[in-house]
Each structure stands twice: as C-alpha cells, then as structure tokens.
C-alpha cells in the first residue's frame, strides 16, 4: 500500500544541457550541468570518475558501483534504451542515476541493475548533496519527458530519498523488499545477541566445523574467473531438484557475476571465499562491501556438507563477519542479509528494514504514476495472500497424499 502519494505544480523543466547555479561557499557560485548519456560505449568510459563518485557517496551499496552496472548493462541491457543522467560541477561528476527505458506498456524509467540487485540508489557526492539532488531531479524530470521513473529497493537512508524530497512534480512511495540486518561486529559478539540456549547450539555447530578441518581463504584477483565457475557449479549442485533461482543458471548470469566479480575484487568491492575439506573446495561464497554495508550474494556448497551435518550458512556468517568487522573491512558497520525473509536468517535475531520503491513523474504524467502505484499495489497484496495461504496449502496437500487421496 502507498505510504504517500501527492502532486506538487509541476515546475520548469531544463534542457539537458542547461545549468543550474549552486551556492558552494562564501559569495561564491559554480554552475552544476546536467546531461544524458545513451550510449553504452559512454557509459563504460565513466568507470574512474564513476568509482570517485561512488566513493564520495556514503550512503552507495555496492549495487551502485560502476563494475556492476556496467556489467549488469552488457549482459541484461537492450540496444537504445539507455538513459544515464550526469551531473557535473565545473567537470567534476558530483551526481548520477543509472536508468533505462522500458515499456510496461507505459514508458517507465527504471534502474540498471533489475531483480539480481538487492539495492538500488542515485549517487550524490556528500560534500555536494543538497544542491546536486535539485539539480539531478531537474535532469531526471527533463530525461523522463513522458515516463513514469520507478526506482524499485530504495534502501532507507538512501540518496535517492534526497531526490525525493526536492521533486517538483508527482510521486508516491511504497513499501519494497524486506531485508534482514546484522551488526558489522565477529561472531562472539553475534553469539551474546542470542538466548543462551540458541547460542550454545551455534557454538556446537562452529565446533563441527572446525572439527572438520574446513579452512576458509580469501580468492585472490587473478583467480576470481575460475572461482565464480566453481562457485556457480556448487550452486547448482546445492539446489538440484530443489527451487533454484532460474536466472542464476542462465550464461548471461554467469557472464555479468565473472565480469562484475573481478572487477569489483579489483578495487575492494567485493570478496570470493573458498572453503576446503581435505583439499577440496567443498563451498564459495561471494561478498559484496561498501564502506557502509556489506553481504553475502551468493553461494554454492556440494550437497555433501549436509550429509556430514555442517551448517553452512553459520559457517557462511562466521567468516563473513569475522573479515569485514574489526581487522577486516574498516569503518563497515552493517552486515546485510540483504533481501529475502527465510526463516534460517532469524536464527541471529537480524533487524528487519524494508526497502522502498519511489515513483516519479513531471505533473502532466501524474495518471501514469497511479496507474503504476495501483498496479503495483495489486500486486503486493497478491503476494501477501500466497505467503499467507501456501503454508496452509502446503500443510493440506501432504495431509492428503498421507492419506493416500493426493495426486503426486
């Protein structure tokens, strides 16, 4: 459901290449200018000046890096479609929103990245925001023309909210995914967050694991290529007959998490673990890190650490907390469990934070926002109903075949 919905007069709205002035200091003023950018070889050649921005933007989740976006553009990106708006302070890049158009069948402006990102934003430079978020919403308004621009897992905090608030035109704000968040902190202080006897249960599996002789290690730079194939091989492994993501065994995939990984690993935005048993690399994990926030996307384990009773997502959790919280990643206070409410994930008692979805449109468009929220309003009740009703139908159907009366 809309949390809020309003319309303001839609303001004047600026060519792309028109400037807005900015109050930087005392008496003295610089021009912020704005611009498009469409095409895809573009694009790729903002990687340095990308990687500043995304390092003076605080509030940034790995998601906005320019090795991911890129990345997730050559494998999931449409010829014409690409909509990044720029803006630069004399040169200098101090705002962006990485968009592409879509046809749903309303033209709607939405984020590079789509469903394999857990966290989507804007990029303000932090010595700049108030300024360059004006500034970036008169150059989104002018990109959307007749769009609708959907800005879908806005994490709270999120630059994007800045922009948010100076929009001179239409909006609406719902409620997104669900993700779940721990404390950037190693796994002794996760254990004293647990009742006593929930504790000594996770201490009992560490000691497994340890018992095993399971020895972590960090991937280095030249290896990422042939440990992402490994680790999308457990993957498939672990999920075999089960629910897989499907996506996640398509080539596409496998080509933007190669590219993106190593890139990414490159300049410290992300980590590859291994796990060995006996020599062999039994699970991987891949972490992704900000100076903020850091999570683990993916992971593979070979069915067989089941069999010996490991608990790989605490095996998972222990490493990943024990590299990026005090020795390890500095200044990173958040460990993300990103999005998804599984029940394993609140064995650690997370916070919950839900993510946003922001609606945008220039005045004129404002019917095509409501249609859009409406739509998607429909839609989150219907899932609402399915996550309440498909335990029950679950519960029923086995009671049925138990009784010899289900069809299989």
């Avoid at 000046?49 to 890129?70: D, G, I, K």
């Avoid at 998804?340 to 945008?360: A, F, S, T």
Wanted: with cysteine; charged share 25%.
């Amino acid at each position: 459901m809309a949390a809020e919905s309003t319309t303001k007069r839609p303001g004047p709205v600026r060519s792309a290449s028109a400037s807005t002035r900015a109050s930087l200091g005392r008496g003295t003023f610089t021009a912020l200018t704005s611009e498009i950018c469409r095409d895809p070889d573009r694009f790729g050649a903002l990687a340095a000046e990308w990687t500043a921005l995304h390092r003076r933007s605080a509030a940034a989740t790995p998601f906005q890096s320019h090795a991911w976006l890129h990345s997730w553009w050559l494998s999931y990106g449409a010829p014409g479609r690409l909509r990044v708006v720029l803006v630069r302070r004399g040169g200098t890049l101090v705002a962006a929103a990485p968009l592409m158009l879509v046809h749903r069948p309303l033209p709607v402006l939405v984020q590079l990245g789509g469903s394999i990102s857990d966290f989507s934003d804007v990029l303000l430079d932090d010595d700049y925001a108030d300024s360059a978020a004006q500034a970036l919403a008169r150059a989104l308004a002018t990109a959307a023309r007749t769009a609708v621009i959907d800005l879908r897992e806005v994490r709270p905090g999120a630059a994007a909210e800045r922009v948010y608030d100076c929009w001179d035109g239409a909006r609406d704000r719902l409620a997104d995914s669900l993700c779940l968040e721990l404390p950037a902190v190693p796994v002794d202080e996760l254990l004293a967050r647990l009742p006593s006897s929930r504790a000594q249960r996770s201490r009992a599996k560490i000691r497994k694991i340890d018992s095993l002789g399971i020895e972590g290690r960090v991937v280095p730079v030249d290896e990422i290529g042939t440990a992402v194939e490994r680790l999308l091989h457990l993957h498939r492994l672990q999920w075999q007959g089960r629910g897989v993501t499907p996506e996640h065994l398509s080539a596409r995939f496998a080509a933007h998490l190669t590219r993106s990984a190593r890139a990414m690993v490159e300049s410290g935005d992300a980590m590859v673990t291994e796990f060995r048993l006996a020599g062999e690399v039994v699970a991987a994990d891949l972490t992704l890190m900000s100076p903020r926030l850091a999570g683990g996307y993916l992971y593979g384990a070979d069915p067989a650490l089941r069999d010996r009773k490991v608990d790989v997502a605490t095996m998972l959790l222990r490493e990943c907390a024990r590299r990026i919280s005090g020795d390890g990643v500095g200044g990173c206070t958040t460990l993300s469990m990103l999005r998804g409410n599984e029940p394993y994930k609140h064995h650690w008692r997370p916070e919950p934070v839900r993510n946003q979805r922001l609606l945008l449109a220039r005045g004129l468009v404002a019917p095509s926002l409501r249609m859009v929220a409406a739509h998607a309003a429909a839609r989150g009740r219907a899932a609402v109903l399915v996550n309440e009703r498909l335990p029950e139908m679950k519960a029923g159907l086995a009671k049925r075949m138990r009784r010899g009366d289900g069809k299989g």
